[in-house]
């Protein structure tokens, strides 16, 4: 089993829809969990960063974390044509340890 | 946008060739790392670098190495190229903060063809 599970989609919603997006991992030393944003043959940028469980609001995205669970979401409101992307989970035990990332989600927002 | 870029941006080439790609940064960060991602597979480690000449093996190195003899360059070399190894390879910084965790910032990408 590998140590970040992903659905890779693609989801496809209507403009306006909320949408979720979720990530599960197996590691119980995981403490940092990040949501990067990757546009079409672009490189990845970060959009989200949360440290251990709960949560965190920025604008139109809230990302959560129940390290309970080892489970994080990603929900995005009022979804648009350009939240259209790749979105990708990663997460770390520690500051300096490489990022383990999930296989990413593709997501469509239809106008 | 962070001052990464790699070159070069799109290589086609032919099995058991040598390839090597950069990755130059102009922000000064310590740690430095290459990527690959392909797809059903995402991003996936190959090497890192803590430092001038300090690296490391991530989880998908066989078949490659790297080098770092300055802070802003990390050079991946793929000794005899594999169609295997086809694949879009990314670079990526972070600084160093022991208290925190440390934002990487990729670059565009190298789209690299094996035939």
């Known amino acids: 089993q590998k140590e970040v599970e992903q659905d890779p989609g693609p989801l496809s919603v209507p403009e306006g829809a909320i949408v979720s997006l979720n990530c599960t991992y197996s590691n119980s030393a995981f403490q940092y969990f990040m949501w990067y944003r990757q546009y079409s043959r672009k490189g990845p940028e970060l959009l989200m960063y949360?440290?251990?469980?709960g949560n965190k609001e920025d604008g139109r995205f809230t990302a959560q974390v129940d390290k309970s669970s080892k489970y994080i979401s990603l929900f995005i409101r009022d979804s648009q044509p350009s939240d259209s992307a790749t979105y990708l989970c990663a997460m770390t035990g520690s500051g300096n340890t490489p990022l383990v990332f999930g296989k990413g989600t593709r997501l469509s927002v239809i106008a | 946008d962070a001052g990464i870029t790699q070159s070069p941006r799109h290589k086609v080439t032919e099995t058991g060739t040598p390839v090597t790609l950069r990755c130059h940064q102009t922000e000064n960060h310590r740690y430095m790392y290459w990527y690959r991602q392909d797809p059903g597979h995402g991003l996936r480690l190959i090497h890192y670098s803590y430092g001038v000449k300090d690296t490391d093996k991530g989880e998908v190195s066989d078949g490659y190495s790297v080098s770092r003899s300055k802070t802003e360059d990390f050079l991946l070399t793929l000794e005899s190229a594999t169609s295997s190894q086809t694949s879009v390879y990314f670079c990526?910084?972070?600084?160093?903060?022991?208290?925190?965790?440390?934002?990487?910032?990729f670059g565009p990408g190298t789209r690299l063809t094996v035939l």
């Open positions: 949360t440290y251990s469980s």
């Open positions: 990526a910084i972070s600084e160093s903060k022991r208290s925190s965790y440390n934002e990487q910032f």
